[in-house]
């Protein structure tokens, strides 16, 4: 079945730092990807999306390359601030499955 | 805009009670989904509907039951509940298009059953 793999957390970093999160998948088809983001408290909110191989979803200054060969959708940001403090999923979805399925999530925190 | 709306937010149970969880959306989706959220495990699917009247088990359907009477809510049943049923509880919709798709989720359950 389908399944998402994500780094394990924390990930703790300094302010204005390079972040990367790990994201690989599984899935019987071809998947649309996203990233999740999850502040304290709160549901989930989509930062971004890619449909389709090689393509590159980006908000926030956060960006991710669908890479069909790697099966990955790895989440970068060049300068990270202490309010991107929060817990990132990565999720895929496919149309035959008619469901989304994330990874385990990555708690990232930014301290000054 | 209310978007994906879940009540209550906060419940307390004693082990053994029932209670339904309900979830409304506003936007016309086809697909809803129950969620449940544990430290270190991520989001696991509960049961997920791709219409009205339908129903079908995700990954951890024990011990839960749903219905999608209406388009716009679908409800989760705890029968007998379970300490291991303490959890927070998400659900989301979703359209797909055969092309794009996005879910919106709701702002959780906290359930703690004692």
């Known amino acids: 079945g389908d399944s998402v793999t994500q780094m394990e957390g924390p990930v703790t970093l300094s302010e204005e730092a390079f972040l990367t999160i790990n994201c690989t998948y599984t899935?019987?088809?071809?998947?649309?990807l996203f990233w999740y983001v999850q502040y304290p408290g709160e549901g989930l909110q989509l930062l971004l999306k890619?449909?389709?191989?090689?393509d590159k979803g980006s908000n926030k200054g956060f960006e991710a390359t669908y890479r069909k060969e790697t099966t990955s959708f790895h989440l970068e940001k060049g300068s990270v601030q202490v309010s991107d403090s929060a817990v990132y999923f990565c999720a895929l979805y496919t149309g035959t499955a008619s469901k989304l399925t994330f990874g385990t999530g990555t708690r990232l925190q930014v301290t000054l | 805009n209310a978007g994906v709306t879940q009540t209550p937010k906060f419940r307390v149970l004693k082990t053994g009670q029932s209670m339904t969880l309900l979830c409304a959306q506003d936007m016309n989706h086809e697909y809803m989904y129950w969620y449940r959220q544990d430290p270190g495990m991520g989001l696991r699917l509960i049961h997920y509907?791709?219409?009205?009247?339908?129903?079908a088990k995700g990954e951890v359907p024990d011990g839960y039951n749903v219905s999608r009477l209406k388009k716009q809510n679908f409800l989760l049943g705890l029968e007998s509940a379970a300490p291991s049923q303490t959890s927070v509880y998400f659900c989301?919709?979703?359209?797909?298009?055969?092309?794009?798709?996005?879910?919106?989720f709701g702002q959780g359950t906290r359930l703690t059953v004692v």
């Open positions: 989301a919709s979703s359209y797909y298009t055969g092309v794009e798709t996005e879910a919106f």
């Open positions: 890619a449909t389709k191989a090689d």
């Open positions: 509907s791709v219409g009205e009247g339908t129903t």
């Open positions: 899935a019987t088809g071809y998947p649309s």
